[in-house]
């Protein structure tokens, strides 16, 4: 098939390898999963524990069992009816010394022929950096560094090669330089082999450069498989050591001369001179718009199709390309060319393309990519919001303002942290863009007294306020969806801009993207302006990420089952018309998105976030337990000082504290008891991972440029000590009390939010493992190794219908009803791919606390129904909500519907009485149901 109908996200590794995954196709099938959705499966960098920092796109990472391993996988999928979903990486690769191309770069500099794959500014305003890539991965100052002699030049005799060696990073020696070190030998041994290297430097073509260069590395390699001409070459070398003050000397002025420049790695946000991904430095970004460079990178994934190996892409982080549309489209049309290629036994369908995108509230993906869909963050954020109350909100925001924590409105802190990166992390990337605008100005007349630092403070507020990850302007400017993005940043822009600098906004308004590039008369404008769009493109998505999901999620402490991927906190809740209509505007745009509800990039665990949600529905309890531990634990907090000359601070902050019980109370395990002195340390470490994780993040009194370690010890010993047992039990008698009041209610949210990504309009995704209760915390615990033995036994001992709800604490319960319902997509393909979303309407006393829809097609229909806000009518001590707690209230259905339903996951008859069906039937024993008329 090629669309699927259930995906199980895997993540591969050297510890979970292809080979390892077949063990767990059977599995998977059982379950009613018809495609495996993998992680990056191409040659990643040695021990990568997720695949994206890929060095070789040219054959399958031989960590994971390398291409006859994927074949064995594949066979198996196939012998179970089921396909493979690739998670693909155009965007950027890692700049390892495993990375052959990046390497060669480093090595010939402008004259590699892979010097324009990667998005390098050959031309820096730096005239340091001038014709160079800057190398920023010294761990101090490049002096301290080269004065300890932890720079050394070493020959690989194999490869006739010599680099300069700085602990796991090798940075090779350009060819034209290697006459000089040989030199230094003064041996009659190496006199042809110099005279070889001599000859680089004199040739006509970059290519007759390196063909000479092969040559002489032969030589070099001959002369060093002699004892003598090893000696001579390690002699030579000598001269370069650090051991003596002239080697060091000499040692810098060879490096000196190199294609790229050795750096301290925190230079890199300020002094980078090529696109990384977001902030991350070894990763670097590719100029995949180039054919070539396209061609080069997708050559293994268009065999793979073609030979039915592979049946879809995952596309990562889209919006980092140039053209997003223009790959995408390009990708459809060269896989769907190949299909007239792949197996008779495939069916000849078009692929599955689904796009890691991030979408803002109200932002729609755009329907002309050729694209099936999102990775379904948005789906995510969306049954999230529909679990909260929103009544929740001003109490939950007068807690945190009463405990002393911040008051900054979730928007405010987004723009707070937008211009901290922009002035501190992401400068570089900021500050090419700004030159490119400058140089436009300066070729104009009328626009030739705007300054660089006129140019700078605005093109700043600009990306301040930018309500989207980015814009798609291209040859012909911008359309009508990116004009309007773009006037609602201007507007807000202008507001916070000096009257004199406003008229400027206009201007560059034009420039990046408000006029087509192709109007202005100069060539070197238009290319100018195609550049400065590109940029400006590129730039917003890194800024977005990094000032939402990695500073201010960590910094905004209301609540945080709302702080995730693809979420706005600010936006507290969804009401439940607004639910179902994002839901039918899936079913008509993008009918085969991807349905998320966890993923490898989550920050709380599925089952986390549900059981957080329950706090917006006891705001005041939840405030009560709060003031309470606040006090308890009032003498383990500390006085630090968190930056020099200032007064100490508190540890931990009222905002990190607050956060902490937050993770606590949606984390702790069900079976995790007080008396189990080894599972809480186990699980305070896990928690002491991720509060490390968040301070730093947050970048207030901690960061990764700069990490206040006091600060940390201090709020990890306080974590410690509030957990320990044996100096602390009356808050951790208090805190399991309260999990154990809200843990059913989560749990009901926790099949509520299960149900509707198998029912809703798109393709349900499982992420690995999760069929089972998922308290995973952010990566890379969300990455830890999955217990697939409990979880086949657990299937395998699975009763035929689910009748009783008490042994819920296991999370059996959440797996029979996944399993249960994907066996009825799988029955009914049709239906949930291609059926009609009819909102229901509920009435009744407590038609707020349920949402319930209709799926219709060629005469046969479900009804999907589940509780929502549970926890003041659930049951004390289970997931389910009494009969008569439901009192008057009905669902309604359209007027032709069926009188007779089977409620799937139980297998009970349910009667229509007057087209109403009354909840107290339908949600007997569960607080979900599932009713089939075929």
């Known amino acids: 098939m090629s669309i699927p109908r259930a995906t199980a996200r895997l993540q591969f590794h050297k510890d979970f390898t292809l080979d390892d995954a077949v063990k767990v196709i059977d599995y998977y099938a059982a379950l009613g999963v018809s495609h495996i959705y993998a992680s990056p499966l191409l040659a990643a960098r040695s021990g990568s524990m997720h695949g994206y920092?890929?060095?070789?796109?040219?054959?399958?990472?031989?960590?994971?069992?390398?291409?006859?391993?994927?074949?064995?996988?594949?066979?198996?999928?196939?012998?179970?009816?089921?396909?493979?979903?690739?998670?693909?990486?155009?965007?950027?690769?890692?700049?390892?010394?495993?990375?052959?191309?990046?390497?060669?770069?480093?090595?010939w500099g402008r004259l590699s022929p892979y010097a324009g794959w990667f998005d390098i500014d050959w031309q820096s305003a730096d005239p340091a950096l001038r014709e160079k890539v800057l190398a920023p991965f010294l761990g101090q100052s490049y002096g301290d560094v080269l004065k300890a002699g932890e720079i050394k030049l070493q020959f690989d005799a194999q490869k006739g090669k010599i680099a300069a060696v700085y602990y796991a990073h090798h940075f090779p020696i350009a060819p034209v330089d290697y006459a000089k070190i040989l030199h230094a030998a003064e041996s009659p041994r190496l006199v042809d082999v110099v005279a070889a290297f001599e000859k680089i430097a004199v040739a006509d073509s970059p290519q007759i450069q390196q063909e000479n260069a092969e040559a002489a590395s032969q030589l070099l390699r001959d002369a060093a498989a002699s004892e003598q001409g090893l000696a001579d070459i390690q002699g030579a070398l000598a001269h370069f050591s650090e051991t003596?003050?002239?080697g060091i000397d000499s040692l810098h002025e060879l490096l000196e001369s190199q294609h790229y420049r050795l750096t301290w790695w925190r230079n890199a946000a300020e002094e980078i001179n090529w696109r990384r991904f977001f902030e991350v430095t070894d990763l670097a970004a590719v100029r995949v718009e180039q054919d070539s460079v396209f061609d080069a990178t997708h050559a293994l994934i268009l065999r793979l199709y073609a030979e039915g190996l592979i049946d879809g892409v995952r596309i990562d982080h889209v919006d980092g390309l140039?053209?997003?549309?223009?790959?995408?489209?390009?990708?459809?049309?060269?896989?769907?060319?190949?299909?007239?290629?792949?197996?008779?036994?495939?069916?000849?369908?078009?692929?599955?393309?689904?796009?890691?995108?991030?979408?803002?509230?109200?932002?729609?993906?755009?329907?002309?990519?050729?694209?099936?869909?999102?990775?379904?963050?948005?789906?995510?954020?969306?049954?999230?919001?529909?679990?909260?109350?929103?009544?929740?909100?001003?109490?939950?925001?007068?807690?945190?303002?009463?405990?002393?924590?911040?008051?900054?409105?979730?928007?405010?802190?987004?723009?707070?942290?937008?211009?901290?990166?922009?002035?501190?992390?992401?400068?570089?990337?900021?500050?090419?863009?700004?030159?490119?605008l400058h140089t436009i100005a300066r070729a104009d007349l009328h626009t030739r007294d705007f300054s660089h630092a006129a140019i700078r403070r605005v093109l700043m507020e600009l990306l301040i306020y930018f309500p989207v990850y980015r814009t798609y302007a291209g040859e012909n400017g911008r359309d009508l969806l990116d004009q309007q993005v773009f006037e609602q940043a201007a507007m807000h822009a202008r507001a916070s801009l000096r009257p004199a600098d406003r008229p400027l906004l206009d201007v560059l308004d034009k420039w990046l993207g408000g006029e087509a590039p192709h109007v202005h008369e100069q060539a070197d404008v238009r290319n100018l302006?195609?550049?400065?769009?590109?940029?400006?493109?590129?730039?917003?998505?890194?800024?977005?990420?990094?000032?939402?999901?990695?500073?201010?999620?960590?910094?905004?402490?209301?609540?945080?089952?709302?702080?995730?991927?693809?979420?706005?906190?600010?936006?507290?809740?969804?009401?439940?018309?607004?639910?179902?209509?994002?839901?039918?505007?899936?079913?008509?745009?993008?009918?085969?998105?991807?349905?998320?509800?966890?993923?490898?990039?989550?920050?709380?665990?599925?089952?986390?976030?549900?059981?957080?949600?329950?706090?917006?529905?006891?705001?005041?309890?939840?405030?009560?337990?709060?003031?309470?531990?606040?006090?308890?634990?009032?003498?383990?907090?500390?006085?630090?000082?968190?930056?020099?000359?200032?007064?100490?601070?508190?540890?931990?902050?009222?905002?990190?504290?607050?956060?902490?019980?937050?993770?606590?109370?949606?984390?702790?395990?069900?079976?995790?008891?007080?008396?189990?002195?080894?599972?809480?340390?186990?699980?305070?470490?896990?928690?002491?991972?991720?509060?490390?994780?968040?301070?730093?993040?947050?970048?207030?009194?901690?960061?990764?440029?700069?990490?206040?370690?006091?600060?940390?010890?201090?709020?990890?010993?306080f974590l410690f000590a509030?957990?320990?047992?044996?100096?602390?039990?009356?808050?951790?008698?208090?805190?399991?009390?309260?999990?154990?009041?809200?843990?059913?209610?989560?749990?009901?949210?926790?099949?509520t939010q299960t149900l509707l990504r198998l029912t809703s309009p798109g393709v349900p995704d499982l992420y690995q493992g999760t069929e089972f209760w998922d308290f995973s915390l952010v990566d890379p615990d969300n990455r830890r190794p999955v217990d697939y033995m409990a979880r086949q036994n657990a299937l395998h001992e699975m009763p035929p219908v689910i009748s009783d709800p008490h042994r819920w604490q296991s999370g059996t319960l959440k797996q029979q009803i996944i399993r249960r319902t994907l066996q009825l997509r799988m029955r009914e393909e049709e239906l949930f791919g291609k059926g009609e979303y009819i909102p229901l309407e509920v009435e009744g006393s407590r038609a707020n606390n349920v949402v319930a829809f209709m799926r219709r097609h060629e005469g046969k229909e479900i009804i999907s129904i589940a509780a929502r806000f549970p926890a003041k009518i659930i049951h004390p001590d289970m997931p389910a909500i009494p009969a008569h707690a439901w009192e008057d209230t009905v669902v309604t259905l359209p007027a032709d519907a069926r009188p007779e339903w089977l409620e799937c996951l139980t297998e009970t008859r349910i009667t229509v009485n007057a087209n109403r069906i009354a909840l107290s039937d339908a949600l007997h024993t569960l607080p979900v149901a599932v009713l089939y008329s075929g």
């Not at 064995?72 to 179970?80: D, M, N, Q």
């Not at 053209?323 to 078009?350: G, H, M």
């Not at 529909?386 to 303002?401: E, I």
Request: glycine share 6%.
């Open 53 to 107: 920092d890929i060095v070789d796109p040219t054959r399958i990472n031989p960590e994971l069992g390398g291409e006859d391993a994927l074949r064995r996988f594949v066979s198996r999928l196939r012998e179970k009816g089921m396909g493979l979903i690739a998670d693909i990486v155009p965007n950027h690769m890692g700049v390892s010394p495993e990375n052959p191309w990046w390497q060669h770069v480093l090595e």
């Open 244 to 246: 003596t003050p002239e």
């Open 322 to 436: 140039a053209d997003p549309a223009a790959y995408c489209r390009k990708l459809r049309e060269r896989l769907e060319s190949l299909t007239v290629q792949r197996p008779a036994f495939l069916l000849r369908t078009s692929p599955y393309i689904i796009v890691e995108k991030i979408l803002a509230p109200g932002e729609q993906l755009r329907t002309d990519w050729g694209v099936n869909g999102t990775t379904g963050y948005e789906f995510m954020d969306q049954v999230g919001a529909l679990l909260h109350d929103p009544a929740g909100a001003q109490p939950l925001n007068a807690l945190r303002a009463e405990l002393g924590g911040s008051t900054t409105e979730f928007e405010l802190e987004v723009r707070t942290a937008r211009r901290q990166l922009l002035e501190e992390n992401l400068v570089g990337e900021f500050d090419s863009l700004v030159r490119t």
């Open 529 to 717: 302006c195609r550049r400065a769009i590109t940029r400006f493109q590129q730039l917003t998505p890194p800024l977005a990420a990094k000032s939402v999901e990695d500073t201010a999620f960590y910094r905004y402490g209301r609540l945080l089952s709302r702080n995730e991927v693809g979420a706005d906190p600010g936006q507290f809740a969804l009401s439940l018309p607004e639910f179902h209509e994002a839901c039918m505007q899936r079913a008509r745009h993008f009918p085969n998105n991807l349905l998320a509800t966890a993923t490898h990039d989550h920050k709380r665990g599925e089952d986390v976030r549900t059981r957080l949600a329950v706090l917006s529905e006891l705001p005041n309890e939840w405030a009560d337990q709060v003031r309470n531990w606040f006090t308890l634990n009032a003498p383990l907090r500390t006085q630090v000082i968190s930056e020099e000359g200032l007064p100490p601070i508190t540890a931990p902050q009222p905002d990190d504290e607050l956060m902490l019980y937050q993770m606590l109370v949606g984390a702790w395990p069900l079976d995790l008891s007080i008396s189990d002195y080894a599972g809480i340390k186990a699980f305070a470490e896990r928690i002491e991972g991720w509060q490390t994780k968040a301070l730093r993040e947050a970048k207030s009194t901690s960061s990764w440029v700069k990490p206040n370690e006091d600060y940390e010890n201090a709020c990890k010993n």
């Open 722 to 751: 509030i957990l320990d047992a044996s100096g602390n039990g009356a808050f951790l008698n208090a805190l399991l009390a309260w999990i154990r009041r809200i843990a059913p209610a989560g749990a009901v949210n926790s099949f």
